[in-house]
């Protein structure tokens, strides 16, 4: 199973959905929890670990890939190595590992060491698993000389481990601001990157694929890209249909219990330049940070408000996943 589409579960009904359409119909989905979503001790996504995550899924499909997204160092709430949640995601049954140490090693050397490491450290605990190497833009942007070299370091020094990585990150121009993609596609650069993948018998995988055109994910896909990665898009699709409900049924009230607790989680600041006022536009950060207070106690006292809510936010979701699916 080679999805050429992996979502981000952003929340419980972003994965019902996920799991219905590909029980229904001929989908391949994966699904990419970051170690904030879905971790060892909990996660921002139902508060889930991720025992509990894998086992949700797995008793109600084996159609869906599932992939550790962002794997390493500094990649949960505290500054780790990284090597608990790598232990827990090989024990509990993760079918891929991104191995990502590059936003604590952003020298190509230095990341592919730790990268090879961490590989021999996952396979010790289980030696099924597949990976995925290399980071996005965000985190630590790369030429495709660069990519070519990190994958030959690799190549060289796993010896027969090298088998078992499956996907490298390519960088081909996404960047998500303050709920957009800011970037425009360069072609040559992601068919350099892409062809660097086949060299060494590699999938190519892109990140950051959220509010982009069905265009040109498409033209991606023409260039050779192999899979693309959509998340916080499909949180939007969530929080825009809560906020939707709110208006039809004018509740302000909902509107600034809504504001208060995704103000103040404070996930919003990372995506907004820093001269972002959200006084001014309380809509927007709702827009953009809403999916990160679905769990939350306040939150869940917002939702008792909207019947059949739940019912319409997946029927959203699933119409942008069989639109994807259509390209």
Same mark, same amino acid.
């Given at each position: 199973m080679n999805p050429k589409i992996f979502i981000g579960p952003m929340s419980k009904n972003i994965v019902?959905?996920? #799991?219905q359409v590909v029980n229904?119909?001929?989908?391949?989905i994966g699904m990419i929890p970051s170690r904030r979503q879905v971790e060892y001790n909990g996660g921002y996504v139902n508060n889930w670990k991720t025992n509990e995550f894998i086992n949700y899924v797995r008793r109600k499909t084996d159609r869906v890939l599932l992939e550790r997204d962002h794997g390493g160092p500094m990649q949960g709430y505290k500054n780790d190595d990284g090597l608990e949640s790598y232990k827990e995601d090989s024990l509990c049954g993760f079918d891929i590992i991104h191995v990502d140490p590059f936003k604590k090693y952003s020298d190509i050397d230095m990341a592919a060491q730790y990268t090879i490491g961490n590989i021999i450290f996952c396979?010790?605990?289980?030696?099924? &698993?597949?990976?995925?190497?290399?980071?996005?833009?965000?985190?630590?942007?790369?030429?495709? %000389?660069?990519?070519d070299? @990190? !994958?030959n370091i690799l190549y060289k020094q796993l010896g027969p481990l090298f088998e078992r990585i499956k996907f490298a990150v390519i960088q081909s121009g996404t960047k998500l601001q303050s709920g957009k993609n800011i970037s425009k596609i360069d072609e040559e650069k992601c068919s350099k990157m892409v062809?660097? &993948?086949?060299k060494y018998g590699l999938l190519s995988k892109e990140h950051n694929g959220d509010f982009i055109s069905t265009k040109d994910i498409k033209k991606r896909f023409e260039l050779g890209l192999d899979a693309i990665n959509i998340a916080p %898009? @499909?949180?939007? #699709?969530?929080?825009? &249909?809560? !906020?939707n409900e709110i208006e039809k049924n004018n509740r302000k009230d909902l509107f600034n219990n809504f504001y208060k607790l995704c103000y103040n989680s404070r996930r919003w600041a990372k995506w907004f330049p820093r001269n972002f006022d959200p006084t001014l536009n309380p809509k927007k950060l709702i827009q953009v940070s809403g999916h990160y207070v679905f769990s939350e106690n306040g939150f869940s006292e917002i939702k008792k408000e909207l019947p059949n809510i739940d019912e319409k936010i997946c029927k959203q979701i699933m119409k942008k996943l069989k639109l994807l699916h259509s390209i």
């Open positions: 019902d959905s996920i #799991i229904e119909g001929d989908m391949a396979n010790h605990y289980n030696n099924n &698993c597949y990976y995925e190497v290399g980071t996005e833009e965000g985190i630590r942007k790369y030429s495709h %000389e660069e990519l070299e @990190f !994958l062809n660097i &993948c086949k %898009e @499909f949180g939007s #699709i969530e929080t825009e &249909c809560i !906020l």
